[in-house]
């Protein structure tokens, strides 16, 4: 009866050893589960600021463009104005410009032109082009300007 009270003891320990070395070993598995999700929330995290730092930034360039086309569509109206004016005469264009001098034995009878020196139709047309690609020229530049300073460098 002794012997088999030391086997049962035997496997009593050999069974508490087996259960401890598993219970250490579950143990070292949720150690390792939890610094996992620790990690894993941090990117979380990380990404989440990622989202939100992106979706601002896109806010803050829809507003650019918003500010840029409205800024385009004032210059357009404003240069349609002006080629209106132009063709109903209520506004002019003109050219500081110096007419040769004629020789001084040259005598004429007539009196000299006094009309002023505007454009021509087509040169008026090009002057409105002109005028136009300069005011886009220089809101595109706003724009990209206000871009690097609110987007590309803001931390």
């Not at 049962?8 to 050999?14: E, K």
């Not at 002019?92 to 004629?102: N, T």
């Not at 005028?131 to 206000?146: F, G, M, N, W």
């Amino acid at each position: 009866m002794n012997t088999v009270k030391n086997y049962i003891y035997v496997a009593a320990g050999v069974v508490l050893f087996m259960l401890l070395g598993y219970l250490y070993y579950l143990n070292d598995r949720l150690e390792s589960t939890k610094t996992k999700l620790e990690l894993a929330n941090q990117n979380i995290s990380s990404l989440n600021h990622y989202i939100d730092k992106t979706n601002q930034q896109l806010k803050d360039i829809q507003q650019l463009d918003k500010d840029y086309q409205e800024k385009l569509t004032y210059a357009q109206t404003e240069n349609d104005k002006l080629r209106d004016d132009l063709i109903n005469n209520v506004k002019r264009v003109y050219v500081k410009a110096k007419c040769p001098s004629l020789p001084n034995n040259t005598t004429t009878t007539s009196k000299p032109n006094a009309i002023i020196a505007q454009l021509t139709g087509n040169v008026r047309q090009d002057y409105l082009r002109l005028r136009l690609e300069i005011a886009q020229t220089k809101e595109q530049i706003l724009q990209l300007q206000s871009y690097i300073t609110s987007v590309c460098l803001k931390p």
